[in-house]
C-alpha cells in the first residue's frame, strides 16, 4: 500500500466525510428537504432537528445534504468532462501538431480569455429563471477544459522529441498507441491534479453564481442554500445555523480539495524523486 | 603541496553509505601536472573535492588527513586543513569544473563574473584596472577581448570552458583543480583547451591536477598520473613508464582497450562491473574482474607500494612471492 | 533491382530557426551523396564534430527528418519522394537505428521488454507473443545477455551498457539490412566501449547487416569501419576506405582531426598556436573550411571547393589536390599514392557531378 503523507490522510478523512454526507445520507431523509413548510420553522437544533430548521420550514440537515450531493455532483461531473475533453485536445494538439495543433491552440485561447463569469451571468438571465444545475454545468465545462489542454498540450509537445518516442517508432507504434502509452503516463499525475482543482473551481463559480440568484435556485445546493439564507434575512436575524452551516460546509470542502490537490503534489513529486534513483 | 594520508570521504545519506573515496593516500606536487584517471562512478570527482575542501553533506571525510601548504604574501609556508583551504579558494586554489554552462551565472556578463569572483578576494575597487588586467590576461591566453561583453549562452561550448580556465588561473594560483574539462567538447577544442591548461602551467610553474576519463588525454599532458578504481587508487607514477609498461592489470586493460588509428591490433572492452560502493567486497576491489587473480586478492586489499623510480602500485602481483607469475607486463 | 543498398543522393537540409519572417535559415546538410553497397554488409563511419551535420543526416536516413532536397533509395526505393515507393513497416524492418543515450531511448515508465516485444509483434516478425519471447530470447544473446535477466525490469535497473545492448537486440529482431547508431557509444565509459564496437563487427558477419556509424571519435571509425565519410558543416569533405583516408589524409580538415586525437601513441607538439577560433557564419559561398585551413589559397574563399575524384573509391572535397585550379580538365594522380600507379583524377566542377554522369558514387 502507498504512504499518503498529512495533507492527503486530513483530505482523504474530510472527503470522506462529505460523501458520506452527501451520497450516503440523502438516502435516509424522512422528507423533501426541498419543499418548504414541511416542518416548523426556525427551529433551533434537536434531536429531530440535528441542525435546526429554515425560514421556509425546511430541515437544516436534510437541506445539507441534498446540497453537498448536488454540489459535489456539479463539480464532479464538471471536472470529469472538463479534464476528459482537455487531456485529449492536449494531448492531441500537442502530439501531432500541425492545424489540428493551431485550431485547438485557438479555441483554448479562446476560453481562457473570455472571462467565465459574465457569460454565465448572461446565459442566466437569458434562461430566465430556468436555468438548471445541467445547464450551469455545461457551460463550467466548456470553460474549465482549455486549463488541462494547455497543459497536457505543452508535456505532450516537450516529449514529442524524446527519443523513446522515436524507439516506439522503430518497434512500430502507431500515433495512438504512442499517445496512450508513451506519452500518458507522464500526464496522468497531471491529469489528476487537475481534477481535483477542476472540482474546486466548478463548485466555487456554482456557488457564487448561486449566492447571487443565478443558479438554479429551485435545486439545492451549498450556494443556493446560502442565497434563500441572504433572501430571507438569515445574517440579520442571527440565524447562524441555517446560513452557518452551508458557510462553513464549503469552506471545509474547499480545504479538503486544496488539501487533497497540494497533498497529491507532493506525494508525486516524492514518487518521481524516488523513481529516479 | 597538497598531502592527502588515507584519506575516507563517504556520503551519509539515510539509507545507504556511499564510500567513493576509500583510503587514498596522495600528494599533489609543486610544478607538476598530475592526471587522475578511472572509469565514471571510481570517486574521482569525490576525491577532487576532496582537495578543493569543499565538502558539504552528505559527503564528509570520515577519516585521514588533508593538508595543503601555502606561501602566504610574506613567502612563509602555511599548513592549512580541511575548512582553512576554502578561506583561500581563487587564490591558492581553484577549481574548473565540468559543464561550463551550469557554473556561469546565465544572465550576467562574463566580465561582471570575473569582477564578482576577484574583487572580494583582492579588494581592487579601481574597476579600470581590474578590466585592464583581466584584458591582458585573456591576451595572454589568446582569447578575445570581446568576450568580456557578451553572456555565457553567446559563447560556443569551447569559447566557455576557456573562459572557465581564464577565470580559475587569473590569480595565479597555486593549485588549479580541474574536473574533466573537455568532456563533451570536440576533439580540435579539446586539444586547445589541453594545451592552453599545459602552456599555463608551464609559464605560473603551479600545480595542475586533471580529473578524466579519457586515458589519452592524460598521456598528452600530464607528467604523473594516478589510476584510480572504486574508491582507492591503484597505480601512481610518472606518466610516461605508466604508459608503457602498466603494472596493475586494471591499467593495463584500460590502456588495451583503446583502439588507435593506424592500428588494427584486437581490442577488448574491460568485462563487467566494478563493485559496489556501499558494500564494497574485502580484499581488492578488482578482484572479480582480474585474470590474474589468486585466493589473497580477495581476502585482503593490497597497499600501494613502490615497485619502481616513484611508481606505486596496489598489487600483489609485484610482490613477493607472487613476482613469477604474471610474467613480462 | 540496384546493387545498393542505401543510396544518398543529393541530400540537403536547411532548418528554419525563428518564425516565419524574422527567422534565419540554417544549412545543415549540403548536398551530401554517399551510398552503401549490397553485396557484402559493410560499415560506413560517418565522422564529425558538433555542427557537421552528421546527426542530422542519420536522422534523415532514419527519416525522423525530412530532407529539403534530395532524396534517399534503400535498394533503389525512394524514401521520400512524392510517393514513397516503401512503406513505413516496411522501412522499419529494414532500417534499425540505436541512439545516443542508452538512458533515454527507453521510457522510464515501462518495462524494457515492452518494447522487444512491439518490435516482434508490430512489425509482424511474431504472431504471437510465444513466438515472441523465442525471437527476443535469440536477440538478446546474440548481444551477450539472458531474457531471464532484462524480463519484467526497468531501464533504471540497467546499467549504460547493457541498455545500449538492448537497443542493439531490439533494433536486431527484425533482421534489418541497415543499423545507423548514433553516437552509440560516446555515453558509455571509454574502457567498456570495445565490448560494444566488437559486437557491431560480429554482428555485421552473424546477421549480415551494414551499419552506419555516427562519431566524432576517429580511433573507433578507424578500428571497426570500411569507409569513412569525414563531414564539416553539412558537406562531406573526404570519404573513402577508412584504412586509406585515415593513415594517408588528404583534406585539410581530416588531417586537422587526426592530429587532434589525444592518443597514447604520439606526443602533440607543444607549440604556441592559437586556438581554433569559429566564427558564427556558416558561409556557402565558398570553402566552409576556409578560415582554418593552413592550405588555404584565395581561390578557396572565393569558390566552391570541386568534388575530386581519387582513383580507388576515393573522393575529397578541396582545391588542394588539384592544385587550387578551376574547370574540368584538369587530370591528376592521387596526391598521396604511394607508388607510381597511373590514376586519373575527374574533376567535377563546383561540387556537383558534371553533365548527366550517374552521380552515384561508389
Not at chain 2, 28 to 42: D, K, M, T
Not at chain 2, 191 to 211: C, P, T, Y
Amino acid at each position: 500500500m502507498v504512504k499518503l503523507n498529512g495533507r492527503l490522510k486530513a483530505a482523504s478523512v474530510l472527503l470522506l466525510l462529505f460523501i458520506i454526507v452527501g451520497v450516503i445520507m440523502p438516502r435516509f431523509a424522512p422528507y423533501d428537504p426541498r419543499s418548504w413548510n414541511t416542518v416548523p420553522r426556525n427551529l433551533q437544533p434537536s434531536q429531530a432537528h440535528l441542525l435546526g430548521t429554515t425560514s421556509l420550514g425546511q430541515d437544516t440537515f436534510w437541506l445539507l445534504t441534498f446540497a453537498v450531493q448536488n454540489s459535489l455532483f456539479v463539480g464532479v461531473v464538471v471536472a470529469f468532462f472538463a479534464t476528459a475533453v482537455g487531456v485529449l485536445a492536449g494531448l492531441i494538439g500537442g502530439f501531432v501538431g500541425g492545424w489540428i495543433d493551431r485550431v485547438l491552440t485557438l479555441l483554448m485561447d479562446v476560453f481562457i480569455s473570455v472571462p467565465s463569469l459574465p457569460i454565465l451571468i448572461l446565459v442566466a438571465s437569458l434562461l430566465q429563471g430556468k436555468t438548471s444545475l445541467l445547464t450551469i454545468s455545461l457551460v463550467l465545462i466548456v470553460f474549465n477544459w482549455p486549463w488541462p489542454a494547455r497543459q497536457v498540450r505543452s508535456i505532450a509537445l516537450s516529449m514529442r522529441e524524446r527519443e523513446f518516442i522515436n524507439t516506439a517508432r522503430f518497434s512500430g507504434a502507431g500515433t495512438l498507441s504512442i499517445i496512450v502509452r508513451e506519452i500518458f503516463p507522464y500526464v496522468l499525475t497531471w491529469s489528476l491534479a487537475n481534477f481535483v482543482n477542476t472540482v474546486l473551481v466548478a463548485i466555487a463559480t456554482e456557488s457564487g453564481l448561486a449566492v447571487i440568484g443565478l443558479s438554479s435556485v429551485q435545486q439545492a445546493t451549498l450556494g443556493t442554500m446560502i442565497y434563500w439564507g441572504l433572501q430571507y434575512q438569515a445574517l440579520l436575524a442571527h440565524r447562524w445555523w441555517w446560513i452557518g452551516t452551508p458557510v462553513i460546509a464549503v469552506v471545509l470542502l474547499f480545504v479538503a480539495l486544496f488539501l487533497a490537490s497540494t497533498g497529491f503534489a507532493d506525494f508525486s513529486a516524492e514518487r518521481r524523486g524516488r523513481q529516479r534513483a | 603541496m597538497l598531502k592527502l594520508r588515507d584519506v575516507k570521504a563517504y556520503y551519509e545519506t539515510p539509507r545507504a553509505v556511499v564510500k567513493a573515496v576509500d583510503g587514498v593516500t596522495l600528494d599533489v606536487r609543486e610544478n607538476e601536472i598530475l592526471g587522475i584517471a578511472g572509469e565514471s562512478g571510481c570517486g574521482k570527482s569525490t576525491l577532487l573535492r576532496a582537495l578543493y575542501d569543499s565538502l558539504e553533506p552528505p559527503l564528509k571525510i570520515v577519516g585521514g588527513k588533508v593538508e595543503a601548504e601555502m606561501k602566504d604574501d610574506n613567502g612563509q609556508t602555511v599548513t592549512l586543513g580541511p575548512g582553512e583551504i576554502r578561506k583561500h579558494w581563487w587564490t591558492f586554489i581553484s577549481y574548473i569544473p565540468q559543464g561550463s554552462m551550469s557554473v556561469l551565472n546565465p544572465v550576467v556578463r562574463i566580465e561582471k563574473q570575473f569582477f564578482d569572483a576577484i574583487s572580494r578576494k583582492h579588494r581592487l575597487t579601481n574597476k579600470r584596472e581590474i578590466r585592464e588586467r583581466i584584458g591582458s590576461y585573456l591576451k595572454e591566453l589568446q582569447l578575445p577581448v570581446e568576450v568580456l561583453n557578451s553572456y555565457p549562452h553567446q559563447l560556443s561550448g569551447g569559447m566557455r570552458q576557456r573562459v572557465l580556465v581564464a577565470l580559475g588561473t587569473f590569480l595565479h594560483p597555486q593549485i588549479v583543480l580541474a574536473d574533466e574539462p573537455t568532456t563533451a567538447l570536440d576533439v580540435v577544442i579539446q586539444k586547445g583547451i589541453l594545451l592552453m591548461l599545459a602552456q599555463v602551467q608551464e609559464r605560473m610553474k603551479n600545480s595542475l591536477v586533471i580529473v578524466s576519463h579519457d586515458i589519452g588525454v592524460h598521456y598528452q599532458i600530464t607528467h604523473r598520473i594516478a589510476i584510480m578504481y572504486n574508491g582507492k587508487i591503484v597505480e601512481i607514477g610518472p606518466t610516461e613508464p605508466v604508459f608503457a609498461k602498466p603494472l596493475h592489470p586494471y591499467t593495463e586493460m584500460l590502456i588495451q582497450s583503446l583502439p588507435h588509428v593506424g592500428d588494427h591490433k584486437h581490442r577488448e572492452g574491460i568485462v563487467g562491473r566494478p563493485p559496489s560502493l556501499i558494500d564494497p567486497p574485502p580484499g581488492c576491489r578488482f578482484a572479480a574482474r582480474c585474470p590474474f587473480v589468486m585466493d589473497i586478492c580477495r581476502e585482503e586489499m593490497p597497499s600501494l607500494l613502490e615497485v619502481e623510480a616513484d611508481h606505486f602500485v596496489a598489487c600483489y602481483l609485484h610482490r613477493e612471492p607472487f613476482r613469477a607469475r604474471k610474467g613480462v607486463g | 533491382m540496384s546493387d545498393l543498398l542505401l543510396e544518398i543522393k543529393d541530400v540537403t537540409k536547411v532548418f528554419r530557426i525563428g518564425g516565419v519572417l524574422l527567422g534565419t535559415e540554417f544549412l545543415a546538410v549540403d548536398h551530401v551523396s554517399l551510398s552503401l553497397d549490397r553485396q557484402k554488409p559493410s560499415i560506413l563511419s560517418i565522422v564529425g564534430e558538433s555542427g557537421s551535420g552528421k546527426t542530422t543526416l542519420a536522422r534523415i536516413i532514419l527519416k525522423l527528418h525530412e530532407p529539403t532536397s534530395g532524396d534517399v533509395l534503400l535498394e533503389g526505393k525512394s524514401v521520400f519522394g512524392s510517393h514513397p515507393d516503401l512503406d513505413t513497416l516496411a522501412y522499419y524492418r529494414a532500417v534499425q537505428p540505436i541512439f545516443q543515450n542508452p538512458f533515454e531511448t527507453f521510457s522510464m515508465r515501462k518495462h524494457v521488454d515492452s518494447y522487444l516485444y512491439d518490435t516482434a509483434l508490430n512489425l509482424k516478425i511474431a504472431r504471437d507473443r510465444k513466438e515472441a519471447r523465442d525471437i527476443i530470447a535469440e536477440a538478446l544473446s546474440s548481444v551477450g545477455l539472458d531474457i531471464n535477466g532484462v524480463a519484467g525490469k526497468y531501464p533504471n535497473q540497467f546499467s549504460g551498457g547493457e541498455l545500449q545492448r538492448i537497443s542493439v537486440a531490439r533494433g536486431l529482431i527484425p533482421r534489418p539490412k541497415l543499423i545507423v547508431a548514433d553516437e552509440p557509444v560516446s555515453m558509455i565509459d571509454a574502457s567498456l566501449r570495445m565490448n560494444i564496437i566488437n559486437m557491431f563487427l560480429s554482428l555485421k558477419d552473424e546477421y549480415n547487416v551494414s551499419f552506419i556509424y555516427i562519431t566524432h571519435d576517429l580511433s573507433t571509425a578507424y578500428y571497426v569501419s570500411d569507409y569513412v565519410a569525414i563531414m564539416y558543416r553539412g558537406n562531406v569533405v573526404e570519404y573513402g576506405s577508412s584504412d586509406r583516408i585515415l593513415t594517408n589524409p588528404i583534406h585539410p580538415y581530416t588531417e586537422l582531426l587526426l592530429n587532434s586525437v589525444p592518443t597514447g601513441g604520439k606526443k602533440w607538439a607543444r607549440d604556441l598556436k592559437p586556438p581554433d577560433i569559429e566564427l558564427k557564419g556558416y558561409q556557402n559561398t565558398a570553402c566552409k573550411f576556409a578560415n582554418r585551413c593552413p592550405f588555404v589559397q584565395p581561390v578557396c574563399r572565393l569558390n566552391k571547393p570541386p568534388l575530386v575524384q581519387i582513383p580507388g573509391e576515393r573522393e575529397v572535397l578541396c582545391f588542394k589536390p588539384v592544385d587550387y585550379e578551376l574547370g574540368p580538365t584538369t587530370l591528376r594522380q592521387d596526391p598521396e599514392a604511394e607508388t607510381g600507379s597511373a590514376g586519373e583524377v575527374k574533376l567535377c566542377a563546383n561540387n556537383r557531378p558534371a553533365g548527366g554522369e550517374d552521380e552515384s558514387l561508389f
